[in-house]
């Protein structure tokens, strides 16, 4: 009930009124022992207790002497926004950086109540008009606005502790989902540049297997909710994964619909530009929090495998090709002008970067998990390893149901078998399942991917084939350079026994030499 307290405010805005006359008149106290002073003084505070039993805290929107917007006003607003702005008749429509849509708050002098444990609040939006109305630079700020919050002095002690407490945390929360979700890139003249992050990617539309997607989704959110838990076990509340397997398996996708789920804000760190050490450094600790961090195809950033002998002939061979390819050039030009270390990067996720903020997540992914240093992949960098693999039945029926909306077909038991039996990546899955025109219905997709499949299939075979041949030709070859070999031993011993036998018997020589020719000829 607004107006009984309001009714209340005035009256004990009178009695107030009288308090501060009474303080204001120090003549008229001195004529009076201190004693009565003391009792006029305790009867008045009584009175404007009985009259005006409320305490009200006020939360200006600009603080600082820089009047910079209280992140404590912004909270409000947002909580205020969700719980309140339905039961009032005035709203204010605001564009909020970095907010998705204007949001609608309550309009200046609107006023509402809001419940916590049973106990009453009374918020509301007032405005001060300053009285000098001079020119400012800062014309936005002239308008002094606030929030009023009031309740009963008997629970002080809740809402100033608790509930005050509970409307920033929640009011948080609410702008932390409404805003913008970003997207940050990294390039060697600026730090961090960013893009609204727009990737339509989510875990319904994620192919693989069920258990391990859901196994996937109870990880994050332990870790989104695990704010307590990493304080109590004495861990920074971060977490790695390491995302591998072949190209198309659906690594960067997995990504896009870890940051969707969770909300949090992408950072794509491209190490090849980065400089060194001291610059990564930097960059990573100028991420915010509530951010995933990206390194993508980690093996190919840069020498981080610890295989720089291989890398470098690698390279070598690569010489002929960056002549033709002026993208390899460049993408060698940017290896050799950055001095980013794998000891810098370990370094780095271990010590500085564990103390500053919290809630974030570091992903590397890779194409060749095999290839990367152990010391970068073990648990507590890399706390989960995730691998993306070629489309099973489970995630081919996702597909279906995504790119063709149907659960069930009498095709599905030919193209489980054609599954079990040939690797094919969910991309290329999703490349047959696309209708190519307006004439080319669901049946007609599923036999795409059928004939797709069973050339995939027939080529592996062939693949097989041809390596089979192979193998047995080198094993073959080898096995005459071997004979070859122990024929050319055995003839070298002839010789040397012939000159033995020059020495010492010729008839033995002899046959030990027509033994030697047999035998290489054999
Ligand atoms: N598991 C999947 N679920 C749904 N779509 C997928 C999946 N895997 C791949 N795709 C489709 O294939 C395209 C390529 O996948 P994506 O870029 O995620 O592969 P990748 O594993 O990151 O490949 P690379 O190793 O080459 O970076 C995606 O845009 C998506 O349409
Ligand atoms: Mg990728």
């Given at each position: 009930?607004?107006?009984?307290?309001?009714?209340?405010?005035n009256?004990?805005?009178?009695?107030?009124?009288?308090a501060?006359?009474?303080?204001?008149?120090p003549?008229?106290?001195?004529?009076?022992?201190?004693?009565i002073?003391?009792?006029?003084d305790?009867c008045?505070n009584?009175?404007?207790?009985?009259?005006?039993?409320?305490?009200?805290?006020?939360?200006?929107?600009?603080?600082?002497?820089?009047?910079?917007?209280?992140?404590?006003?912004?909270a409000?607003?947002?909580?205020?926004?969700?719980?309140?702005?339905?039961?009032v008749r005035?709203?204010?429509?605001?564009?909020?950086?970095d907010?998705?849509?204007?949001?609608?708050?309550?309009?200046?002098?609107?006023?509402?109540?809001d419940?916590?444990k049973?106990?009453?609040?009374?918020?509301?939006?007032?405005?001060?008009i300053?009285?000098?109305?001079?020119?400012?630079?800062?014309?936005?700020?002239?308008?002094?606005?606030f929030y009023?919050?009031?309740?009963?002095?008997?629970?002080?002690?809740?809402?100033m502790?608790?509930?005050?407490?509970?409307v920033?945390?929640?009011?948080?929360?609410?702008?932390?989902?409404?805003?913008?979700?970003?997207?940050?890139?990294?390039?060697?003249?600026?730090?961090?540049?960013?893009?609204?992050?727009?990737?339509?990617?989510?875990?319904?539309?994620l192919a693989?297997d069920?258990?391990?997607?859901?196994?996937?989704?109870?990880?994050?959110?332990?870790?989104?909710?695990?704010k307590?838990?990493?304080?109590?076990?004495?861990?920074p509340?971060?977490?790695?994964?390491?995302?591998?397997?072949?190209?198309?398996?659906?690594k960067?996708?997995?990504?896009?619909?870890?940051?969707?789920?969770?909300?949090?804000?992408?950072?794509?760190?491209?190490?090849?530009?980065?400089?060194?050490?001291?610059?990564l450094?930097?960059?990573?600790?100028?991420?915010?929090?509530?951010?995933?961090?990206?390194?993508?195809?980690?093996?190919?950033s840069?020498d981080?495998?610890?295989?720089?002998?291989?890398?470098?002939?690698d390279?070598?061979?690569?010489?002929q090709?960056?002549?033709?390819?002026?993208?390899?050039?460049?993408?060698k030009?940017e290896?050799?002008?950055?001095k980013?270390t794998?000891?810098g990067?370990?370094?780095?996720?271990?010590?500085?970067w564990?103390?500053?903020?919290?809630?974030?997540i570091?992903?590397?992914?890779?194409?060749?998990?095999?290839?990367?240093?152990?010391a970068?992949?073990?648990?507590?960098?890399?706390?989960?390893?995730?691998?993306?693999s070629y489309c099973?039945?489970?995630?081919f029926k996702?597909?279906?149901?995504?790119?063709?909306?149907?659960?069930?077909?009498?095709?599905?038991?030919?193209?489980?078998?054609l599954?079990d039996?040939?690797?094919?990546?969910?991309?290329?899955?999703?490349?047959?399942?696309?209708?190519?025109?307006d004439?080319?219905?669901?049946?007609?997709?599923?036999?795409?991917?059928?004939?797709?499949?069973?050339?995939?299939?027939?080529?592996?075979?062939?693949?097989?084939?041809?390596?089979?041949?192979?193998?047995?030709k080198?094993g073959?070859?080898k096995k005459?350079?071997?004979?070859?070999?122990?024929?050319?031993?055995?003839?070298?011993?002839a010789?040397?026994?012939?000159e033995?036998?020059?020495?010492?018997?010729?008839?033995?020589?002899?046959e030990?030499?027509?033994?030697?020719?047999?035998?290489?000829?054999?």
């Amino acid at each position: 009930m607004l107006v009984p307290r309001e009714m209340l405010s005035n009256f004990g805005s009178a009695i107030g009124g009288l308090a501060v006359i009474w303080v204001m008149l120090p003549r008229w106290q001195q004529y009076l022992p201190p004693q009565i002073r003391d009792l006029v003084d305790r009867c008045i505070n009584k009175l404007v207790n009985l009259f005006y039993p409320y305490v009200v805290i006020v939360f200006s929107e600009f603080e600082g002497e820089r009047l910079a917007r209280s992140e404590t006003y912004l909270a409000i607003q947002s909580y205020l926004k969700e719980h309140a702005t339905l039961r009032v008749r005035r709203l204010k429509a605001e564009t909020v950086k970095d907010s998705q849509s204007p949001i609608f708050t309550m309009g200046d002098n609107e006023e509402v109540t809001d419940t916590f444990k049973g106990v009453k609040v009374w918020w509301a939006s007032r405005k001060k008009i300053p009285r000098n109305m001079s020119l400012s630079l800062h014309p936005m700020t002239e308008d002094r606005r606030f929030y009023r919050l009031a309740f009963h002095w008997r629970h002080r002690q809740l809402i100033m502790q608790s509930y005050v407490k509970h409307v920033l945390t929640e009011g948080k929360a609410i702008a932390h989902k409404n805003r913008l979700q970003k997207l940050y890139t990294n390039n060697p003249s600026k730090n961090w540049s960013h893009v609204a992050f727009e990737h339509p990617a989510n875990f319904e539309t994620l192919a693989m297997d069920p258990n391990k997607k859901r196994e996937i989704l109870n990880d994050l959110t332990k870790f989104r909710e695990g704010k307590e838990y990493y304080a109590k076990i004495g861990k920074p509340w971060k977490r790695g994964y390491l995302l591998y397997g072949p190209p198309g398996t659906g690594k960067s996708t997995m990504i896009a619909a870890m940051a969707n789920f969770l909300n949090y804000d992408v950072y794509d760190l491209e190490l090849t530009a980065v400089k060194d050490n001291t610059k990564l450094k930097k960059l990573l600790i100028e991420t915010s929090s509530k951010s995933i961090i990206v390194i993508e195809d980690i093996d190919c950033s840069l020498d981080l495998t610890g295989q720089r002998k291989k890398k470098e002939k690698d390279d070598d061979d690569d010489d002929q090709d960056e002549n033709d390819d002026p993208a390899k050039k460049m993408v060698k030009e940017e290896k050799a002008g950055s001095k980013v270390t794998l000891s810098g990067l370990l370094n780095f996720i271990d010590g500085i970067w564990s103390a500053c903020g919290g809630e974030r997540i570091i992903i590397f992914t890779t194409n060749h998990v095999d290839k990367l240093d152990p010391a970068l992949i073990r648990r507590g960098r890399m706390d989960k390893h995730i691998e993306m693999s070629y489309c099973c039945f489970e995630a081919f029926k996702v597909l279906a149901r995504n790119y063709l909306d149907i659960q069930d077909h009498l095709l599905f038991e030919t193209i489980s078998r054609l599954l079990d039996e040939t690797n094919m990546t969910p991309a290329d899955v999703t490349e047959n399942l696309m209708p190519k025109s307006d004439n080319e219905d669901a049946e007609t997709c599923l036999r795409n991917l059928i004939e797709a499949l069973e050339a995939a299939k027939k080529e592996a075979r062939k693949k097989k084939e041809k390596e089979s041949r192979a193998q047995a030709k080198e094993g073959r070859e080898k096995k005459v350079n071997g004979e070859e070999e122990e024929g050319k031993e055995s003839g070298t011993s002839a010789k040397e026994v012939k000159e033995n036998g020059d020495v010492g018997g010729g008839v033995a020589a002899k046959e030990v030499g027509e033994n030697g020719v047999c035998s290489c000829r054999r």
